[in-house]
């Protein structure tokens, strides 16, 4: 619950495994709405400022029956210019989820074994998922220079 003045967005409440499970259940709800079908499994995985979706199964029945017949690339080109038209949506729902703003997506389709991989890098850490970060001392120096 937000007070009235906050702009902190509706989803930013979900944590911990909530917040992982409506990520993987709204992007699979994504694919069924889009292809027809969704994938058979999906996992989601929050570190720091990451978000990964790792969904496998997904391919259509067109889509396998195109890489049946030696057309594997289109059916992957398919896949990214999908993703392309899809980025607004992934995005703005992610971000509406953690609370945080998307700085990048990355989207990979993989034929054998069949799985796609949805990345987001956030603009900062999703609360309630950590991560070490090492940092080379020589490259926060002044001047740079190693010791």
Partial sequence: ???GGSSESPGASLTGGRLLAEVTNRIVAFMREHYGRGPIKAKTYVLDNLVVCVLTDGFTAIE??????GEPERVLEMRRDFQRLMKERYT???EQLTGRRVL????QAHVEPDLTIEMFLMD???PGFGA??????????????AS
């Fill in 124 to 126: 900062g850490p999703v």
């Fill in 1 to 3: 619950m937000s007070s």
């Fill in 64 to 69: 396998r029956t195109m890489m049946e017949g």
């Fill in 132 to 145: 070490l970060e090492l940092v080379d001392p020589s490259a926060t120096e002044p001047g740079g220079q």
């Fill in 104 to 107: 990048a997506f990355l989207s």
């Fill in 92 to 94: 703005g729902m992610i």
